[in-house]
């Protein structure tokens, strides 16, 4: 994407709002560089445009290249279903799981996959809270990636375990048999903790969508559609009263995700660093799986992101300016996460611990040292080029920094799980984790049901929350004879 | 453990009918009646030989009034391997024989016995038994198959043909007779008996000095000092199980100033013997002779102990202290502590050498044992009987050459393999192929038995009667535990089948029978009743028999004969000839260079394997899957080098070498062995089978045994070259070094005296957990690791009481073997000479167990008595436990391992074990099925526990008794005692997980005054 192809910096309109206060600005030649604010949407959107732009998108027939991707993601997702069945059928000892590294690859992928699913809560929700309204073109596209990543991370814990046809054993349920779950063990907190969000996160994504969804059913011509627009819908109208409800129920179920967006990954961490692991048991593990978790959200967004704007054309709603904040966040989280590798190597050494300095030092400088040294550089060293403005706008370098994250926090859970496991008290029992072509069909697979579900999200949902973006619109693009205010008015 | 033979076995209908009934002129006490009954009912069991075998098996529709299902019964039999015949106590449950310990009653074992005699219910259950004869390689009746022998027989007989009987050891004083009488009905009949595994090097020495073949009993609990030079006798020497037991009794001390001995070995290879060594020096195995005579020499010059009368002193003239340490590179000043050692303890001491050295190097230790007045002391050969004669593998090759020049009519081999276990197995089976009849008596199909036109299945032992020579004072009986599982028949019986078709006259009912219904109990009874049975004993014959059969021993009264006087002159001849040959070979090794460029020679030992033997077990997985002691291999053999002979060659672990000796090579994986003597390699006999189990597994190192000559088993010019490939060795430990944790540590005896204090109190570290009230019982466990030595006994009869399953060579390599209990090993200091520790490990039971907690649905649970139970049912396989467990002590079922278990190898499990399904977590749990039956027991008897009597299986195999089990809430129990010693500590106990299990720091002994090298 070339810079020329953008509307220019400074729009023809003179009259603008800023973001902040509402409040009414000159228009940029007014105002010092240094204080001029870029807009949220760019180019000629009207918020007849922008339904138009979005829900073309599921009313139209797709393109080929959408049905060829889907063949792509659906046979990738069907190898790991194939691999998760052999698995299930045949045992555990068809991956490279042993004695000591009895977790393995599908830990690592569960681990992953929450957090990524982080990605979607803090945009919606916290940005929310923090009245960022660059959250709003991104923040449907984001609640999908969470929504769809815990998809995929909740499958790993269920065929993880020996025998897998007993999930259910680890839920509190009154039965027969008088038997009780055991509270004190961290993957019980682990389970409620990753349903309460999963649930939650449905939720607040579903509640966003109602008003799209009325906006679809308006619009569409097919009956059998409209029919299921309807029930989704769940008699909306858009009456002020509606609203007035609606922007409540949002704003508290908002603040209720905010929350469980900090503890899921904090309980999470719970399941290492409550064990008596060297490398695991640490107490800097809560913070830092949440920071590690948004870390890796953020880039799995800006990842999305680059590769949909152009094909489906979103480059009005979801600007460089987007891409430069969600940029700059990941900037901000990668210091974050060296700050927390300083710390936790520093606790490493300062314990005095033989065992725990063993292991750190292991990361780095043992057998698989790689693994230790690609996550220090993918998520803490790669990510400086971020502080180069350009590069933040620039897609070959967000794609490169993005990705390099993805990889670098996927070889964070490594080192983390296999390399603390593999070498710890007796050496006597020290092991090796060689992952087998299941361990690699069973994550390559994973990404092919999310990417799948995204297909088809990006096709066949409003993938931009559009009565947010309106008000944007509203802001940014007034339509001449249309007051500014609305929603605005009221989030003041 | 209870002894019921009064339980009877698993019987055909008519076993219930008495078959003795008590002579009733005789008043019958309560006590004698029952025994009697005891007898009937194991004389009824066992006429099941005469019938065939029932069709169906009938659950009891109305039960014996003295079975008792679920209660297990124990008899004692013997089970022979080369020539010692161990007493064994086995145990049965409903009929099926489950798990072998030692006989308790056995005077040499107490209770003890081989690991490879326990794996031995894995033999009788082993799928691979051949069922019926086989004819020309198909399925035959016995009579078609006999019809064929007998007929080839007599044939032979009339025509004075000669036949070829190839046997093992034949120990029992009744086969022999068997054999004798099939001599006298086939004149032409060559027996030679034949165990590949011996090198009968020692005998040779004894014959040269004493003219006779008694092979003596050693009493290392006697021994105050012992040296062995290349002499593995708590490893792989034979009986390992008695020397063990003995010389572990003086490595327990209790408090500093107790009596420990002190063990001095000069070994190539890393040996378990080595790694329990106070003074371990590497040296190659061609200085043993010459440093044997040198010490004799010392004794004599520097402390002044005579030599034996008429011995010419200028015979060892050669030998000096000096010349021996400067030629093999050893420290003068440990040479020279080991001579005052020896001179101080005077008889007290043990002077042993192993089968691979040369008979030269046995008459020196005979003769500083003569010297030192330890003959008839610690070297007691006053009731040992005459060996068996056996043949050399020199004699092998000779015999190989006269039937290959014909004149054979007939080769039976009974048990023996001459086509894989011996040297030159090519050119024997081209001398087979010259013999019109070959018949092999077996268990199951070998390399033999596939050359062989008619195969017959033989009973195994523990479907066998049998009596054994233990030595001159003892008899040791073998009875059967179950009938035969298949169309099979005793070795002994065939033959007097064979002995009566030719027209022998045989006892009993044996006589003129027709072939096939030879019954060997009658047999052995009638040669008892006529010739052990003592004149003029009150009890009948019936009695003293079931006595007999009951205890599995007899004592008989014999004289004791007075010591032997060995012959001055052959050890002056010896002498001679080591000095000569080994000039020769100093020579030789200048010339060639030892551990120079490649190719050039090293000095190549083998040995019988610590769990293969002679290759026999080679079907037993339980014996393929437990690592080697002190490599930790399982699943294959190795050739052990030198750490700087593998630097300068380039080779590291797993690379493939050729071993060339004269004209016969070998190919096999490299292991770098740190303490293997530079210069030196080593390989294991009896891997490389062919075999369902074994098959592709290790290599066959037996044709590199000599057999032109003494010693068989040690070469000093074999040359190695790199091999193409790469064979990875399968090892359960890969990590030797303890990274200097203090997780097994080693003291001598001054670092005892100085670190001597209890162990730190439980609740040394603040916890939040609430102080756990015990209930009637807290268990706990000591384990003495200066008495371990990691010979995997314990890992043996764990698997066979807690069917532990066998997982294979690919996932040992992945690191999923099953052993609930493991022996760990650390090297500490120089790799060419490193301290070993071994530390047994198996779950800690721990007070604050950290995988309880972790469980998410409590499937891992704390008892009431302490223990860390697992519950089968409920774990669902997060393996959280696993991750969490700072000991790595659990065991997870990858896969649905039991599916390999095909019948009827299934009758192998105990019933009292859950058998664990795929996808759940395993561990030690003490033995608690043990622990609920002596509970239970003494609750039924209304009486309290007694200390001891419930031991876990691991306990009651361990020959080094290094295992305690016991009670902690009693302050007198043996367990709580060892708790409180003053070499306790508990593994990792900084964590705060408070283990059950105590273990006592390894003890070493050096001498006070070591030389520039301290080894310890």
């Known amino acids: 994407m070339s810079k020329t192809t953008e509307p220019p910096l400074s729009p023809a309109h003179t009259r603008k709002r800023s973001p902040r206060d509402g409040r009414s600005v000159s228009s940029s030649e007014d105002l010092p560089e240094a204080l001029r604010v870029e807009p949220l949407v760019a180019g000629d959107a009207t918020l007849g445009k922008l339904d138009d732009d979005i829900r073309y998108l599921s009313e139209a027939k797709p393109p080929r290249s959408w049905y060829v991707s889907l063949v792509v993601t659906s046979l990738m997702a069907l190898m790991g279903f194939t691999a998760i069945g052999y698995m299930v059928s045949t045992g555990i000892g068809t991956m490279g799981n042993d004695i000591p590294v009895v977790w393995g690859f599908l830990i690592i992928n569960f681990v992953f996959w929450v957090g990524i699913g982080h990605a979607g809560t803090l945009i919606s929700v916290i940005l929310l809270l923090f009245r960022q309204k660059w959250r709003n073109a991104i923040s449907r596209t984001a609640e999908a990636v969470t929504v769809f990543a815990f998809v995929c991370a909740m499958m790993f814990p269920a065929v993880h375990i020996g025998r897998p046809w007993m999930p259910h054993w680890l839920f509190p349920y009154p039965n027969e048999r008088h038997l009780w779950i055991n509270f004190r063990s961290p993957l019980i907190w682990d389970v409620l903790a990753v349903f309460t969000y999963f649930s939650v996160s449905v939720m607040f994504w579903y509640l966003g969508l109602i008003p799209d969804f009325a906006t679809m059913r308006s619009r569409v011509k097919n009956k059998v559609k409209g029919a299921v627009f309807r029930i989704l819908s769940l008699g909306w109208v858009g009456n002020a009263r509606q609203w007035i409800h609606y922007e409540k129920a949002y704003l508290l179920l908002a603040g209720l995700t905010t929350t469980l967006a900090l503890s899921v990954h904090s309980i999470v961490s719970t399941d290492f660093a409550s064990s008596m692991v060297p490398g695991w048991h640490m107490t800097i593990f809560p913070p830092y799986f949440v920071v590690g978790a948004a870390f890796s959200g953020f880039a799995g967004v800006v990842l999305v992101f680059a590769f949909i704007r152009t094909p489906l054309n979103l480059k009005s709603y979801i600007t460089e300016r987007h891409m430069d904040l969600l940029n700059k966040t990941v900037l901000f989280l990668s210091c974050l996460m060296a700050y927390a590798y300083l710390m936790e190597g520093f606790t490493a050494w300062f314990s005095a611990n033989t065992f725990v300095r063993y292991i750190f030092a292991n990361y780095v400088f043992g057998d698989q040292w790689w693994a230790g040294t690609l996550t220090i550089f993918f998520n803490c060293i790669l990510p400086q080029l971020l502080w180069v403005p350009r590069f933040r706008r620039s897609v070959p370098i967000m794609v490169l920094v993005s990705g390099g994250v993805t990889l670098g926090m996927w070889l964070e859970r490594y080192t983390i799980i296999i390399l603390s496991l593999h070498r710890d008290y007796l050496p006597s029992s020290w092991g090796v984790y060689l992952p087998t072509p299941i361990d690699f069909a069973i994550l390559f697979g994973s990404v092919g049901i999310f990417l799948t579900l995204l297909l088809l999200f990006l096709r066949k949902m409003p993938i931009i929350a559009g009565w947010e973006v309106k008000s944007d619109i509203a802001r940014y693009n007034p339509p001449p004879s249309q007051p500014v205010g609305g929603l605005e008015a009221e989030h003041a | 453990m209870d002894r019921h033979s009064d339980r009877r076995n698993e019987f055909p209908p008519d076993a219930f009918e008495p078959v003795e009934p008590p002579s009733e002129a005789e008043p019958v006490s309560r006590r004698r009646f029952l025994t009697l009954a005891a007898a009937s009912a194991a004389l009824a069991a066992t006429s099941a030989c005469e019938s065939p075998p029932a069709d169906t098996i009938v659950p009891y529709t109305k039960k014996p009034t003295d079975v008792i299902p679920g209660v297990a019964d124990y008899y004692a039999s013997t089970y022979q391997e080369g020539q010692i015949p161990y007493g064994v106590l086995v145990k049965a449950r409903e009929g099926r024989p489950i798990h072998i310990d030692g006989n308790d009653e056995h005077p040499f074992f107490n209770g003890k016995t081989s690991l490879r005699a326990q794996a031995e219910i894995i033999g009788l259950y082993n799928p691979d038994r051949l069922r019926q004869p086989v004819v020309e390689g198909r399925l035959a009746t016995w009579k078609e198959a006999e019809a064929r022998v007998t007929d080839a027989l007599s044939k032979a007989a009339k025509g004075n043909e000669s036949v070829l009987l190839l046997t093992p050891a034949v120990v029992s004083p009744t086969s022999r007779t068997v054999i004798a009488k099939l001599q006298k009905a086939l004149p032409g009949l060559k027996h030679v008996a034949w165990e590949p595994a011996l090198s009968l090097t020692d005998r040779a020495a004894s014959r040269a000095l004493y003219g006779h073949d008694r092979a003596p009993r050693y009493h290392l609990e006697k021994a105050k000092v012992v040296a062995a030079l290349e002499a593995d006798f708590l490893g792989t020497m034979e009986n390992a199980v008695e020397a063990i037991a003995g010389f572990t009794r003086?490595?327990?001390?209790?408090?500093?100033?107790?009596?420990?001995?002190?063990?001095?070995?000069?070994?190539?290879?890393?040996?378990?013997?080595?790694?329990?060594?106070?003074?371990?020096?590497?040296?190659?195995?061609?200085?043993?002779?010459?440093?044997?005579?040198?010490?004799?020499?010392?004794?004599?010059?520097?402390?002044?102990?005579?030599?034996?009368?008429?011995?010419?002193?200028?015979?060892?003239?050669?030998?000096?202290?000096?010349?021996?340490?400067?030629?093999?590179?050893?420290?003068?000043?440990?040479?020279?502590?080991?001579?005052?050692?020896?001179?101080?303890?005077?008889?007290?001491?043990?002077?042993?050498?192993?089968?691979?050295?040369?008979?030269?190097?046995?008459?020196?230790?005979?003769?500083?044992?003569?010297?030192?007045?330890?003959?008839?002391?610690?070297?007691?050969?006053?009731?040992?009987?005459?060996?068996?004669?056996?043949?050399?593998?020199?004699?092998?090759?000779?015999?190989?050459?006269?039937?290959?020049?014909?004149?054979?009519?007939?080769?039976?081999?009974?048990?023996?393999?001459?086509?894989?276990?011996?040297?030159?197995?090519?050119?024997?089976?081209?001398?087979?192929?010259?013999?019109?009849?070959?018949?092999?008596?077996?268990?199951?199909?070998?390399?033999?038995?596939?050359?062989?036109?008619?195969?017959?299945?033989?009973?195994?032992?523990?479907?066998?009667?049998?009596?054994?020579?233990?030595?001159?004072?003892?008899?040791?009986?073998?009875?059967?535990?179950?009938?035969?599982?298949?169309?099979?028949?005793?070795?002994?019986?065939?033959?007097?089948?064979?002995?009566?078709?030719?027209?022998?006259?045989?006892?009993?009912?044996?006589?003129?029978?027709?072939?096939?219904?030879?019954?060997?109990?009658?047999?052995?009874?009638?040669?008892?009743?006529?010739?052990?049975?003592?004149?003029?004993?009150?009890?009948?014959?019936?009695?003293?028999?079931?006595?007999?059969?009951?205890?599995?021993?007899?004592?008989?009264?014999?004289?004791?004969?007075?010591?032997?006087?060995?012959?001055?002159?052959?050890?002056?001849?010896?002498?001679?000839?080591?000095?000569?040959?080994?000039?020769?070979?100093?020579?030789?090794?200048?010339?060639?260079?030892?551990?120079?460029?490649?190719?050039?020679?090293?000095?190549?030992?083998?040995?019988?394997?610590?769990?293969?033997?002679?290759?026999?077990?080679?079907?037993?997985?339980?014996?393929?899957?437990?690592?080697?002691?002190?490599?930790?291999?399982?699943?294959?053999?190795?050739?052990?080098?030198?750490?700087?002979?593998?630097?300068?060659?380039?080779?590291?672990?797993?690379?493939?070498?050729?071993?060339?000796?004269?004209?016969?090579?070998?190919?096999?994986?490299?292991?770098?062995?740190?303490?293997?003597?530079?210069?030196?390699?080593?390989?294991?006999?009896?891997?490389?089978?062919?075999?369902?189990?074994?098959?592709?597994?290790?290599?066959?190192?037996?044709?590199?045994?000599?057999?032109?000559?003494?010693?068989?088993?040690?070469?000093?010019?074999?040359?190695?070259?790199?091999?193409?490939?790469?064979?990875?060795?399968?090892?359960?430990?890969?990590?030797?070094?303890?990274?200097?944790?203090?997780?097994?540590?080693?003291?001598?005896?001054?670092?005892?005296?100085?670190?001597?204090?209890?162990?730190?109190?439980?609740?040394?570290?603040?916890?939040?957990?609430?102080?756990?009230?015990?209930?009637?019982?807290?268990?706990?466990?000591?384990?003495?690791?200066?008495?371990?030595?990691?010979?995997?006994?314990?890992?043996?009869?764990?698997?066979?009481?807690?069917?532990?399953?066998?997982?294979?060579?690919?996932?040992?390599?992945?690191?999923?073997?099953?052993?609930?209990?493991?022996?760990?090993?650390?090297?500490?200091?120089?790799?060419?000479?490193?301290?070993?520790?071994?530390?047994?490990?198996?779950?800690?039971?721990?007070?604050?167990?950290?995988?309880?907690?972790?469980?998410?649905?409590?499937?891992?649970?704390?008892?009431?008595?302490?223990?860390?139970?697992?519950?089968?049912?409920?774990?669902?396989?997060?393996?959280?436990?696993?991750?969490?467990?700072?000991?790595?002590?659990?065991?997870?079922?990858?896969?649905?391992?039991?599916?390999?278990?095909?019948?009827?190898?299934?009758?192998?499990?105990?019933?009292?074990?859950?058998?664990?399904?795929?996808?759940?977590?395993?561990?030690?749990?003490?033995?608690?099925?043990?622990?609920?039956?002596?509970?239970?027991?003494?609750?039924?008897?209304?009486?309290?526990?007694?200390?001891?009597?419930?031991?876990?299986?691991?306990?009651?195999?361990?020959?080094?008794?290094?295992?305690?089990?016991?009670?902690?809430?009693?302050?007198?129990?043996?367990?709580?005692?060892?708790?409180?010693?003053?070499?306790?500590?508990?593994?990792?106990?900084?964590?705060?997980?408070?283990?059950?299990?105590?273990?006592?720091?390894?003890?070493?002994?050096?001498?006070?005054?070591?030389?520039?090298?301290?080894?310890?």
């Open chain 2, 250 to 1016: 003086n490595r327990k001390p209790a408090k500093p100033s107790d009596a420990m001995s002190r063990l001095y070995c000069f070994e190539s290879r890393m040996s378990v013997t080595g790694s329990k060594a106070d003074v371990r020096v590497p040296m190659k195995p061609s200085g043993a002779t010459h440093l044997a005579f040198a010490v004799a020499r010392a004794l004599h010059e520097e402390h002044g102990v005579p030599y034996p009368e008429g011995f010419a002193a200028e015979a060892l003239d050669r030998f000096t202290l000096g010349g021996v340490s400067h030629r093999y590179g050893l420290d003068r000043a440990t040479v020279a502590s080991l001579v005052r050692d020896l001179a101080e303890a005077r008889g007290d001491s043990l002077v042993l050498t192993g089968p691979s050295l040369p008979p030269e190097a046995h008459v020196a230790a005979t003769l500083i044992n003569t010297m030192l007045g330890a003959e008839g002391r610690t070297v007691e050969t006053s009731f040992s009987a005459d060996a068996p004669p056996l043949a050399t593998p020199s004699e092998m090759a000779a015999l190989t050459r006269e039937v290959a020049s014909g004149g054979y009519a007939a080769a039976i081999f009974w048990q023996t393999n001459p086509l894989y276990a011996l040297p030159d197995a090519k050119a024997f089976r081209e001398a087979l192929a010259r013999v019109p009849l070959s018949v092999s008596l077996v268990l199951s199909e070998n390399e033999t038995a596939r050359a062989c036109k008619v195969v017959l299945p033989v009973n195994h032992w523990l479907e066998s009667w049998n009596d054994y020579e233990a030595s001159t004072d003892l008899l040791s009986l073998q009875q059967p535990l179950i009938r035969p599982l298949y169309d099979t028949r005793q070795a002994e019986e065939i033959l007097l089948a064979w002995a009566g078709a030719l027209g022998a006259p045989v006892d009993g009912r044996v006589g003129g029978a027709a072939a096939g219904e030879a019954d060997y109990r009658t047999y052995l009874m009638a040669r008892w009743q006529r010739e052990v049975y003592p004149a003029g004993t009150l009890a009948t014959f019936e009695q003293f028999w079931t006595s007999a059969v009951h205890d599995g021993v007899l004592h008989r009264e014999v004289k004791r004969r007075r010591s032997r006087r060995l012959d001055v002159h052959a050890v002056a001849g010896a002498a001679g000839k080591a000095g000569g040959k080994h000039e020769a070979v100093a020579r030789a090794a200048e010339k060639s260079a030892y551990g120079g460029a490649p190719g050039a020679g090293v000095e190549l030992l083998l040995e019988p394997d610590l769990r293969m033997w002679d290759g026999r077990y080679a079907n037993i997985g339980w014996l393929q899957e437990l690592p080697e002691p002190i490599t930790k291999v399982s699943w294959g053999n190795y050739l052990s080098i030198a750490v700087d002979d593998a630097h300068e060659r380039r080779l590291s672990d797993g690379d493939l070498v050729s071993v060339t000796v004269g004209t016969r090579s070998v190919t096999l994986p490299v292991l770098v062995q740190p303490g293997q003597a530079t210069g030196t390699a080593f390989a294991a006999l009896g891997h490389g089978r062919e075999g369902s189990v074994s098959g592709g597994r290790g290599t066959n190192v037996f044709p590199l045994v000599a057999d032109d000559g003494m010693p068989p088993f040690l070469h000093l010019e074999a040359s190695l070259s790199r091999a193409s490939g790469n064979q990875p060795l399968v090892r359960s430990q890969t990590e030797f070094s303890t990274h200097g944790r203090d997780i097994a540590p080693v003291w001598s005896l001054a670092d005892y005296a100085k670190n001597a204090k209890p162990p730190k109190p439980d609740r040394s570290l603040p916890t939040l957990n609430p102080n756990v009230k015990w209930g009637d019982h807290k268990w706990g466990m000591a384990i003495d690791l200066s008495a371990c030595l990691g010979c995997g006994g314990c890992q043996i009869a764990c698997q066979s009481e807690n069917n532990i399953p066998v997982v294979g060579p690919e996932q040992v390599a992945r690191g999923r073997i099953m052993h609930w209990i493991r022996s760990d090993v650390y090297y500490a200091g120089p790799t060419d000479n490193p301290q070993v520790a071994h530390a047994l490990m198996l779950c800690q039971q721990c007070d604050d167990a950290p995988c309880e907690p972790v469980c998410p649905v409590g499937a891992t649970v704390h008892s009431k008595d302490g223990l860390n139970e697992q519950v089968y049912n409920r774990c669902v396989g997060v393996r959280y436990c696993s991750a969490n467990c700072p000991y790595i002590v659990r065991r997870f079922n990858f896969f649905d391992y039991t599916s390999t278990i095909t019948d009827p190898l299934d009758l192998a499990f105990n019933p009292e074990v859950t058998v664990r399904p795929r996808g759940v977590m395993e561990k030690c749990t003490f033995c608690v099925q043990r622990i609920r039956n002596g509970v239970q027991v003494a609750k039924d008897e209304d009486r309290p526990l007694r200390d001891g009597e419930i031991r876990p299986a691991c306990a009651v195999a361990c020959p080094a008794e290094a295992i305690v089990f016991g009670d902690l809430k009693d302050p007198n129990s043996r367990v709580s005692q060892l708790s409180r010693s003053n070499r306790g500590y508990k593994v990792l106990q900084d964590l705060g997980t408070r283990p059950a299990v105590t273990y006592m720091t390894e003890l070493k002994n050096p001498p006070e005054t070591p030389g520039k090298k301290r080894h310890v």
